[in-house]
């Protein structure tokens, strides 16, 4: 009988999480020094130590890489835009606090790998919504919600509003991480006076 029976379960899910994360750490230096477009999910098993199969048992391309790259961020930043939401009093603080926390958490990210990334390099997007980045759009969203009930939010259409906060937060944090100096203050200003100015004019919409 195969001695793998006998193996613990939660050393075999250990092994699972250590090899996983060797891999995203990997991918994460790799996407950096070499570029996403040029660099190959060679580039990324060689930097690994993992044997080819041992990859392929947990992504199948780049792309599923990069996909989970992008939902480990949105899984580290959810915490902090819950606290942020914890602590503040109202609407306006919140989306403040939010994208101040959001453009700040960008710019760590982007001197830690993404600074290393070739000269104009477009960053890639991520197409459809992962597990994690579905649980930042229900908090943002649940933010909403309860403002409006509170009065102290517009009420207009919480799904349209959340992911308009989202995908404009997205777009400018894009533009802020590539130019120079990385000014989150002015990117953040620009962001909440878009926001708060443009929700005045939304038609009002029941919960």
């Known amino acids: 009988m195969s001695q793998v029976a006998y193996l613990p379960v939660g050393k075999r899910e250990q092994t699972k999480v250590q090899n996983r994360q060797a891999i995203l750490d990997a991918a994460r230096e790799v ?4 570029g996403y477009e040029a660099c190959t999910v060679r580039d990324i098993i060689r930097r ?12 199948r391309s780049k792309d599923e890489v990069y996909v989970a790259l992008s939902d480990e ?3 580290r930043f959810t915490p902090l835009l819950k606290a942020q939401r914890a602590q503040s009093a109202d609407w306006s603080s919140f989306v403040r606090a939010a994208i101040e926390t959001y453009f700040s ?10 600074a290393r990334r070739p000269a104009d ?3 890639p997007h991520v197409h459809g919504e992962t597990p994690e980045m579905t649980a930042v759009f229900n908090e943002v969203r649940e933010a909403i919600v309860d ?3 509170r009065g102290g939010a517009p009420g207009a259409d919480p799904d349209y509003l959340a992911a308009a906060c989202i995908a404009i937060a997205r777009e ?6 590539v130019r120079r100096p990385i000014d989150t203050k002015a990117a953040a200003d620009f962001v909440v006076a878009l926001i708060e100015g443009g929700v ?8």
Not at 31 to 34: D, P, R, V
Request: hydrophobic share 40%; aromatic share 14%.
């Open 200 to 207: 005045k004019g939304l038609p009002k919409t029941q919960v």
């Open 172 to 177: 400018v944090g894009e533009k802020m991480v």
């Open 121 to 123: 390099e477009p960053i």
């Open 48 to 59: 690994t130590g993992l044997a080819a199969g041992t990859f392929y048992n947990y992504y």
């Open 73 to 75: 961020g949105a899984r």
């Open 105 to 114: 958490f960008l710019a760590d990210e982007h001197k830690s790998w993404l």
């Open 31 to 34: 996407f950096g020094e070499l």
């Open 147 to 149: 403002e409006i009930a």
